[in-house]
Structures are given as structure tokens and as C-alpha cells.
């Protein structure tokens, strides 16, 4: 007897697995539909850059990729910044200050002698002692003494010895006020927190 549903598979096949298609490579959707054809592609592209540059241009903002670079303004005037510290001086320590001023008022008695050894000795070469000295001996001069000797009181030797007693007063003077001014101070900055001082830094 012949069957009407023409060839059958085997009955073995029949529970067997069937194969599975090939698989694709997966496309993600698109925001926007891609034109057709090549010409319409590149005129897209075309658009699409035409439509960013009006689109930065109307907002004012640079695109991504010249923001990242920076040119160099050549026409822009940098101000240097000054940096400020306000300090305030506490304390002075008297010590210190006892050492500082004996070297200065050292320095400033030097300076004195030599200022008047100068000073002495131009005024010699100007001929003032001589002339200053000749009035005062005709002046204070009688019949039997010739009157005061300007000159040889106010002799050089004379002058520096009498600078040099000076220039010491001067030293201990300078250094016993100095000293006594610092404990003054102490005791004035404990009362009103001393002296503020602003220091600036150029950069």
C-alpha cells in the first residue's frame, strides 16, 4: 500500500535538535536615519557640520575640540599680585637690642671723630683759626700780655681728644637709653599688644 503524504524523514530525526541560524552582528538603533545613496551621506555630513558651526556660533561657545586647545593671547597685560602679611612685634629682647645699639652708637662715635679731624682741617686751610685767632688776641691783649692764643687751644690734638670724651658719653649714653627703651616697650606691647607691621611681596 502506497502512503500519500509522500517521503517521510526518519523516526529518528524527528526528536533530533535543529540547527540554529548564524549570528548576527548587533546594530544599535539610530537616532537619526542615515539619507540613501553616497551623495546623500556626504551631503548630510556637510549639513551636519553646517548646523554645528550655526549652532556654536549663535551660542557664544567654542566646540569640543577648541576648548581643549588654548591659543596664547599676545595683546593681554599680566599685573603682578603683591602678597600682604600683618605682623605684629610682641617683644623686643632687650639683650639684643642692648648689642645692636652699642655697635651703632660705636660706629656713629667713629664717625664723629673723623668728621671733625676733617672739619678741623679744612678750616685751618681756609685761615679762619688765623684770622678768628688774631681778632681775639688784639681784643683780649694789653700792654703786657698778648691776649688768648685761639690757635693753639683749639689745636688738632686738642680737638680729637675732646671728640673722643664725647663719642664714649655718646656710646654708654646710646646704649643704657637703647636698652631701658626695650623694657619700655615690653611693657607698653603687654598692655596694647605691641606694634603692627604690614610686609607686602611683589611676585
Known sequence: MTGTRGQQPPYETYGAEQPKPAAQP????????TPQGGGGTQGGQKQGQQGASVTTAASGTAPAGAAAVRLPRTGARTTPRTRKARLRVSKADPW???????LLSIALGICTVIAAAV?????????????????????????????????????????????????????????????????????????????????????
Not at 548587533?26 to 536615519?33: G, I, V
Not at 639684643?96 to 652699642?102: A, L, N, P, T
Not at 607698653?188 to 611683589?202: Q, Y
Open 26 to 33: 548587533y546594530h544599535p538603533p539610530q537616532a537619526y536615519p
Open 119 to 203: 672739619l678741623w682741617m679744612v678750616m685751618d686751610a681756609m685761615g679762619v683759626f688765623s684770622t678768628v685767632g688774631g681778632t681775639i688776641s688784639q681784643a683780649t691783649g694789653s700792654n703786657e700780655s698778648n691776649g688768648f692764643d685761639l690757635q693753639s687751644f683749639l689745636s688738632l690734638p686738642r680737638v680729637l681728644v675732646f671728640t673722643s670724651v664725647i663719642a664714649v658719653i655718646d656710646v654708654v649714653l646710646a646704649t643704657a637709653l637703647a636698652t631701658l627703651g626695650a623694657f619700655i616697650y615690653n611693657l607698653s606691647a603687654g598692655f596694647v599688644g605691641g606694634v603692627e607691621l604690614t610686609l607686602a611681596e611683589d611676585e
Open 96 to 102: 639684643s637690642v642692648m648689642k645692636v645699639s652699642f
